[in-house]
């Protein structure tokens, strides 16, 4: 076969670029794997500069002033539980309810000490969101204090969650604390000068310097539901109804919110008022920075609780789930004249009926007993409506023999306190002895309806036995206690 001019040098350049193509490929995979070694030598170059180096690069965190990068907050972040740098004033924290602000933190940790500065890692992806969960920095003055925190606060329930707290990396200390508690009132803000104790802004390129007013929820449930009551019967009444609140309860320090200007519960309560007159509703509202008054500072709404539950603190349900909020509906219910001082209001008469009815069966708890028997004491101006509402229960005709025991122990009780310092408890032993005859007799029927001998002689010297007390204590007259006994002879 006669093989073509050329042909042959054409199978040998072809050869020569087969070879040269797959030691090309070969040289490409080689330089692969060493770039990659490259890069992994690089990264452990810089772990080992970032472990040599901590916080070089790393913005200080400060209360209100501007936030560090995100990569600067993971890197002073990185700590070891249970580590311990014997200069660091910072400490590091875990498990931080979502409803806690810088605030709320800086007020939990300062009963140790001034505070150099607080931050918290607000979440910013929807990973972190999911968590549920924040983490922050609370940094202070001195060394002794901040380890004071540590073994104090590690482990402690803040708002439902146990907090978890470290050493952190250090940070720069200011020369004067951000925050010092006033523990005269541990509720107060350091006092700024400013109306409502508003704060200037240190955001960046703030250049109006306009104090601003940064409305924060209460954490107490109770604040909540008492200052939801008390605008709600202001709006419903007037001016004038707040002026008389303020008249009556000068001296009751859960009211102080109505006069003190500085605490965080009257900027509360001051905002909730004027959203709600300008249309917004209890669980929406405007959330924009807004002026209240003209030449004011700016008022900073909270944020808005998305997917609050019904038990959510921000509810409006006052049925029974407050004792200041009820005592205040009481406190209403005089202001307006529905009832006279020495009577109990509807919603007194309620909470007791309802303390007397967990008293019963002959092996009655100290504590129903002993709650009903303090709501009498906090209630003696009106002894005789109480003094009714106790013996009613007890001559009760559904009452059971043992509930009748158990009963009688709580007016003994009663007896036993009326001689307390408190204003008018007197009363109540006079209201007792007028309807002795009236309790007495109804025990004897009960002790005689007893078909059971021996449970019948157990119910008459639990009777008895209460009378002998009542006589050692000279209650009422001898001659009394011995008319009252013979009637279970």
């Not at 709404?301 to 049925?319: L, R």
Request: proline letters at 5%; glycine letters at 4%.
């Amino acid at each position: 076969m006669v093989q073509a001019p050329g042909a042959e040098d054409n199978r040998v350049v072809m050869e020569d670029n087969i070879s040269h193509r797959k030691k090309r490929n070969l040289d490409l995979f080689l330089e692969e794997l060493k770039r990659g070694q490259e890069k992994r030598e690089l990264k452990q170059q810089l772990r080992k500069a970032k472990r040599q180096d901590r916080g070089a690069h790393r913005d200080s965190p400060s209360a209100s002033g501007g936030s560090p990068t995100r990569k600067n907050e993971a890197t002073q972040a990185v700590h070891v539980a249970g580590g311990d740098d014997s200069k660091t004033t910072n400490l590091f924290i875990t498990n931080i309810h979502t409803k806690v602000d810088e605030q709320a933190l800086c007020m939990a940790f300062a009963k140790h000490g001034p505070i150099a500065s607080v931050k918290i890692m607000w979440p910013r992806t929807p990973e972190e969101f999911a968590r549920q969960r924040n983490s922050g920095f609370v940094s202070f003055m001195d060394r002794e204090t901040a380890a004071s925190a540590l073994s104090d606060m590690d482990g402690y329930r803040f708002n439902g969650l146990a907090l978890r707290v470290c050493w952190g990396k250090c940070v720069p200390l200011p020369e004067n604390p951000v925050f010092v508690l006033d523990t005269e009132n541990p509720r107060r803000m350091p006092l700024t000068g400013y109306p409502f104790n508003a704060r200037m802004s240190t955001n960046a390129g703030n250049e109006d310097d306009i104090p601003e007013v940064h409305v924060e929820r209460p954490l107490d449930h109770r604040m909540i539901r008492l200052i939801h009551w008390t605008i709600e019967h202001v709006i419903t009444h007037g001016p004038a109804f707040e002026l008389q609140l303020i008249s009556r309860k000068s001296n009751d320090p859960r009211f102080e919110f109505l006069t003190d200007y500085e605490l965080p519960e009257h900027a509360y309560y001051r905002w909730r008022m004027y959203s709600l007159l300008n249309g917004d509703t209890k669980h929406k509202w405007r959330d924009q920075m807004f002026f209240m008054h003209d030449k004011g500072p700016v008022w900073v709404p909270p944020a808005i609780i998305e997917h609050a539950k019904p038990t959510d603190e921000m509810a409006w349900d006052y049925e029974d789930v407050d004792t200041a909020s009820s005592e205040a509906e009481e406190e209403a219910e005089r202001i307006r004249g529905d009832l006279r001082r020495d009577t109990l209001g509807k919603r007194a008469r309620d909470r007791l009926e309802r303390r007397v009815r967990r008293v019963q069966g002959a092996a009655a708890q100290r504590g129903p007993i002993a709650e009903a028997m303090t709501f009498a004491i906090d209630h003696a101006y009106a002894a005789s409506d109480v003094v009714e509402i106790v013996c009613q229960s007890l001559v009760d005709q559904a009452s059971l023999p043992n509930d009748k025991l158990s009963k009688l122990m709580l007016i003994s009780d009663i007896l036993h306190n009326c001689s307390a310092p408190v204003p008018n408890a007197w009363r109540l032993r006079q209201a007792v002895e007028e309807r002795l005859d009236r309790i007495f007799e109804d025990l004897a029927v009960a002790f005689r309806s007893i078909d059971a001998r021996l449970k019948a002689e157990q119910f008459r010297k639990a009777v008895l036995a209460v009378l002998a007390v009542w006589e050692a204590w000279m209650m009422f007259p001898g001659k009394d206690i011995y008319k009252l006994a013979a009637m279970f002879s």
